[in-house]
C-alpha cells in the first residue's frame, strides 16, 4: 500500500532518479541522494521519508560512521539497504583520501606543480580548475602551441570549467626561452580571459607564466 506522498504521486521530474539524471548529483539535497541509494520505502513511508527519518537518527555527519549493526538496526532497512549505503560512503571515504589536496593561493604553488610543463620545448597552456577553497578539482592542459606561441580561445578554458562546477581558475604556461616577460598576446588573452570569466562568474585568480628557473604572475604585477 502506498504512504502519504507516494513517491509515485510526485512529478515525475521531482522523483530523486529523474531529477538525478536531468539536473546531475549536485542538485539533491541529502534527503534526495539517500533516497537514490536505497531505491525503495518501507511500510508506510516512501523512500524520502525513510531517508529523511535515517538522516535525522544517525545525523548527517555520523551516518557516514555508522557501521552495519547499527544501520540494520534502523527501522525500514534490510540487510541489502545497509550494505548498500556502508559501500556507498566507504567508496566515498576512499575517492577522497586518494584526492589531490593542493591549494592554490600564490604563484610558486603553480611554478612548483608544473615541473612537468615548464621544462617542455613547446608552449603548453594549462588551466588549475579549483572549489570555493581554492582547492584543485582538476588540471588540465588545454592547448599546445610552439616554441613562442600557443593560441588559446576563452571557450576552451571556461567550457570544461562550468563541467567541472569550477567557482574559479588559474591559468598558466611556459615560456621555453626563459624569457618571463609577458608577449602582447599573453596580455590580451589575460584580458579576455578576465572579461570571459566575470560573465560567467568563474573568477580568473591569476596567469601564471613559468620558466626552468622562474615564474611571473600577472596578479602580483598589477596586470590582471
Same mark, same amino acid.
Given at each position: ?91 566515498? =571515504?576512499?575517492?577522497? *583520501? #586518494?584526492?589531490?589536496? $593542493? +591549494?592554490? !593561493?600564490?604563484?610558486?604553488? %603553480? ?80 584580458? =579576455?580571459?578576465?572579461? *570571459? #570569466?566575470?560573465?560567467? $562568474? +568563474?573568477? !580568473?585568480?591569476?596567469?601564471? %607564466? ?15
Amino acid at each position: 500500500m502506498k504512504g502519504a506522498g507516494a513517491i509515485q504521486d510526485m512529478p515525475r521530474v521531482e522523483r530523486p532518479r529523474e531529477k538525478i539524471m536531468r539536473y546531475g548529483p549536485e542538485k539533491l539535497s541529502d534527503e534526495e541522494l539517500l533516497a537514490v541509494l536505497l531505491r525503495t520505502g518501507s511500510r508506510g513511508r516512501n523512500v524520502l521519508e525513510l531517508a529523511g527519518d535515517l538522516l535525522r537518527r544517525f545525523g548527517r555527519a555520523d551516518i557516514a560512521k555508522a557501521g552495519y549493526a547499527e544501520l540494520r538496526a534502523a527501522p525500514g532497512l534490510g540487510p541489502a539497504r545497509a550494505c548498500g549505503v556502508l559501500a556507498a560512503f566507504e567508496l566515498g =571515504r576512499r575517492y577522497l *583520501a #586518494g584526492k589531490k589536496a $593542493g +591549494i592554490y !593561493l600564490k604563484p610558486r604553488d %603553480i611554478w612548483e606543480e608544473l615541473r612537468d610543463v615548464r621544462e617542455q620545448k613547446k608552449e603548453h597552456f594549462v588551466v588549475f580548475f579549483l572549489d570555493t577553497r581554492n582547492q584543485e578539482i582538476r588540471r588540465e592542459i588545454v592547448s599546445i602551441g610552439t616554441l613562442n606561441y600557443n593560441l588559446v580561445h576563452p571557450r576552451e578554458v571556461f567550457e570544461p570549467a562550468v563541467k567541472n562546477l569550477a567557482a574559479s581558475v588559474i591559468v598558466a604556461h611556459n615560456h621555453p626561452s626563459g624569457c618571463l616577460e609577458p608577449s602582447d598576446e599573453d596580455l590580451s588573452l589575460t584580458k =579576455r580571459l578576465a572579461q *570571459a #570569466g566575470r560573465l560567467l $562568474g +568563474i573568477e !580568473l585568480l591569476d596567469h601564471v %607564466i613559468v620558466s626552468r628557473e622562474g615564474f611571473m604572475s600577472f596578479k602580483q604585477k598589477g596586470l590582471l
